[in-house]
């Protein structure tokens, strides 16, 4: 709403809040001298001095169950009473808070209090000011008077106070907040094509945009109307301003109007010639192009066309036929035989000498011939000859010697050609080339030691002999000489190649450098053979003598046949090993060679086997001798042959009724 509507609105407002309260206020006063900006109560109002220094109703505390103290809206209405009785005779403030004694507005939240009891405390979101009042602690989120009128909102004791004008509004002196610039907001001018201003809050139309000009009658007009919409131009017609609008006038250069009030072309055979094909001159007619007489060098022959006067000089069709070009009406024709070419009957101009013009025998080394206009080989020329297979070959093919570039080569002719092949003592390896075939004959290697000569297609080449190589200077030395090398090892040191030389390097492993001399390093620990063996030095590497039963390089694992590492002990059962008895009895390995025992008989060289359970053993017993064995399934009487071996050709296996006893299935 306006300004004067807000006016007529806030004192309706007046009037209906100074009836409502009249029965039971003393008269609220509304006009007098004040200072803008001052407040006061009137009754339950709160009322606001404005610029003109009148009085206006600003705030009704009766529509928020309040009363104006102060010229500020309040809830008090009496003293605090602290005294309450719980009813069970006796004066505790255990319960003061229950029920909840505080009943004012925004002053809600009880708390026990030593001295007095308990205080009514402010709600959550409102606050003391020190005037005693629980007021918003911000009033203006809750309830924003200002933002209608464009104006901040404060925060005075907890009441939304309305202050300067909002960014973007401005008082222009009529105590109204209004748009600081108008056209920014809304811009009236825009339509009209004119410049916006603010004045007093209010937009003002000034001069014409850019492009645009007022042409006495108050209206902003296109400046060039003929640059923004040009109908004249494709009429070929001049766009002229008229007050604003595109007009047409006079007909642009090159056209010209020819009395119908059309722009027609000066020239239109300039713009388009529809005569050019046809041969013809391009005439105007009134703006029009129309067709008259031949060009140049064209003929009308009589029936309208223009055709060339001489078509010969354009296109000779008849020089492929070695023919005159002669002219038929603007047509070419072909007649006689140039020279040079006769006609030989078929119609076709063929040459008169064609072995003159191209003799394609002369590669044949034939003689050429006419044959009616075209060349045919005949016989072979003087000098050469037809061995047989049609082609004409020199009778002297090595004359001249063509063969004379090519070294250590003689010429041989047959049959017309010739062959360039290596004279005696020179072969061809294969590339055409003759060269020795034994280069090596003159020992050219003789002055480099430890090499031999290769022939190299005919090329002698030095290469080292077994053993040796070429370091890159040409000379053959060893390909190790720390093989044949003793000195570096006595010395403890390393030998190394140095281009074929052996060099003495870096002290060996084990080995360290004392005063230029290797001297060896005792690398023994009290616990370098984990404790199952002594340690010693050899040639500078470590070497652990390992007790039975330990190996590896630091006693560090168990042999073959034992276990148990670090405590390693035998583990295994009894086998032969060839003729020798192996067998582990307690923490030890015991060997028995079986060819070393005499039999009962006094033999010796029995072997070691095993009986018929498996079990191994020296084999000897006396002859007929009987005993009982067992496995893990029977028991069996087993018998010992004539030979002293217990053999299993008289075995008997007792059944679960009969016992072994003494030999015997009882």
Partial sequence: MNRLQKLIFILFTSLVLIATVACNQEDIPTAGDCTSGERRCSGDLIQRCNDDSEWLIYLDCGERNMVCINAFCSDYDGDVDNSVVDGDGDDSSADLCSPNPCNKRNRGVCALDEEDGYTCNCDENYQDFGDGWCMPVDPCS???????????????????????CLEGYYNFGDGECQVDDPCAINDPCMEQHKECSGENGAAICGDCFDGYKDYGNGECLTADPCAIEDTCTPAHMECVNNNGVA????????????????????????????????????????GASSCGDC?????????????????????????????ECENNQGATACGDCLDHYTDYGSGECLPSDPCGLSNPCATDNRVCENNQ????????????????DGVCLPDFPCAGNPCANVSHT??????????????DNYMDYGDGVCRPENPCASNPCSSIANSTCQNNNGIAKCVCVSGYKDYGDGRCRPINPCATNTYC?????????????????????????????????????????????????RNGAIYCDCDEGYGGVYCERCTYEYSGYPNCVCDFDDYCYGDTLVQC????????????????????GHLCGTDYIGTPYCQWCWPGERKCVEDQYSVFSIYCGSNGLWVGSDIEICDDERGCYYGYCQ
């Fill in 142 to 164: 809750l309830n924003d008077p200002c933002a209608e009128d464009f104006r901040k909102c404060n925060n005075t004791k907890g009441l939304p106070m309305c202050g300067d």
């Fill in 247 to 286: 007009t047409c006038g006079d007909c642009l250069n090159g056209y010209e109007d020819y009395g119908n009030g059309v722009c027609m072309p000066d020239d239109p055979c300039a713009i388009s010639d529809p005569c050019a094909a046809h041969h013809k001159i391009c005439e105007n007619t009134m």
């Fill in 295 to 323: 060009l140049e060098h064209y003929t009308d022959y009589g029936n309208g066309a223009c055709l060339p006067t001489d078509p010969c000089a354009i296109t000779d069709p008849c020089v492929a036929e070695h023919k």
């Fill in 373 to 388: 206009g075209v060349t045919s080989c005949g016989d072979c020329l003087n000098d050469f000859t037809d061995y047989g």
């Fill in 410 to 423: 003689v010429c041989v002719a047959e049959n017309g050609h010739y062959t360039c092949e290596c004279a």
């Fill in 489 to 537: 090892a006595t010395q403890h040191r390393v030998c190394e190649n140095n281009q074929g030389y052996a060099r003495c390097g870096d002290c060996t492993y084990g080995y360290e450098e004392s005063n230029g001399t290797c001297v060896e390093k005792n690398l023994c620990e009290s616990n370098t053979c984990n404790g199952h063996g002594p340690c010693e030095m």
């Fill in 585 to 604: 009895i307690g923490d030890e390995i015991y060997r028995t060679d079986c060819t070393l025992k005499d039999d009962p008989w006094g033999n010796d």
